[in-house]
């Protein structure tokens, strides 16, 4: 049987390379940092790192790495269980604790990926009668726990608040007993911030609850870092954040649900990735709770991240490239062709810098991009040299 699936299979891939679609896996053989040595899968040797979600740097910092070892030596490597069985250590309910002050929640649970936090979610607190209205762009992960549940499912085009009322009133004219507001709080394929403030007003007049992914703003967006509800002031009015651990909180992995007491109690209770997927290892929770130090005298990492992110952007807009507006260190380098777009990615490598082209189906077809990510980490001399190579990139590619 499997002949016939593999001949299927193999001309799937020969479509998926010829469309200039094919994602190529790099190798690296350093630590996550500003810079990285790539030893398969392009040129080889130190090149700086533009495609990483180590916002503020904190991937191989010094004080994350000791505590991660500390860990090791007291809690062990894994836990070889579910939370309720023998899955729970003191350290994972004082990284929920830590996180829950954090957040500005009433409590949170820990997940494996904040795509299970994602998949855990809607199938537990939404059946057949109630209501999920979620915005057109928001992460895989919501689409998919979304479709985990019973509920009716609403979209509203990205942001646009008009659309969300309208989709609003029809689930209440439908009777929905629950209804809930899902979205990103920042949409990692273009950088852009969801409207909050506006949203929970929505949520308000519509007797909604509000739910927000904050996976790209945590650690660095808002005044302390504390995300997007701290930066349009909606902190107490967001019933439900997820998130990651795998991006600026130490880039490991791991998720988390911060949300209402009851809600993250039901989650304990019925939420199928918490209950029957391994604990969160205890060196990422002692690494977390280290970063969760650091971000409390992170002004310096938050500024330098913003100052970066600012020079990428002005002096690429200066030579003429398509960057999506906005002041987030998404920053994306629009291309349009997939094919381009990959062609430009290598030949950037070959310029000595790391970035991934990003096409269908991770975005809509025609809309082909090189998405930059600053860090903290990089210095002023690292963003000007990435800005270099791209002006050097796009002449090749003309020429």
Known sequence: MFDTVRDDLRATLDEIRAAGLH???????????????????????????????NYLGLADHPDVVAAAHEALDRWGYGMASVRFI????????????????????????????????NGGVFETLLGAEDAVISDALNHASIIDGIRLSKARRFRYANRDLADLETQLKEANAGGARRKLIVTDGVFSMD??????????????????????????????????????????????RV?????????ALGGASGGYVAARAEIVALLRQRSRPYLFSNTLAPVIAAGSL????????????????????????????????????????????MIGDAAEAARMAELLLEHGVYVIAFSYPVVPQGKARIRVQLSAAHSTEDVNRAVDAFIAARAELAG
Request: glycine content about 10%.
């Open 23 to 53: 994602k190529p896996e790099r190798v690296i053989g350093t630590p996550q940092s500003a810079t990285v040595e790539v030893t398969e899968g392009g040129r080889p040797g130190e090149v700086l790192n533009f495609c990483a979600n």
């Open 86 to 117: 023998c899955g729970t250590q003191e350290v994972h309910k004082e990284l929920e604790a830590r996180l829950s002050a954090f957040l500005g929640q009433e409590d949170t649970i820990l997940y494996s990926s904040c795509f299970d936090a």
């Open 191 to 236: 950088g852009y911030v969801a409207p909050l403030a506006e949203i929970c007003d929505l949520a308000d007049r519509y007797d909604a609850m509000v739910m927000v992914d904050d996976s790209h703003a945590v650690g660095f967006v808002g005044p302390t870092g504390r995300g997007t509800p701290e930066l349009h002031g909606v902190t107490d």
């Open 239 to 247: 019933d439900i954040i997820t998130g990651t651990l795998g991006k």
């Open 290 to 333: 280290k970063v969760l130090d650091l971000l409390e005298s992170a002004a310096d990492l938050r500024d330098r991240l913003a100052e970066n992110t600012a020079l990428f952007r002005s002096r690429m807009t200066e030579a003429g490239f398509d960057i999506l507006p906005g002041d987030h260190a998404i920053a994306p380098v």
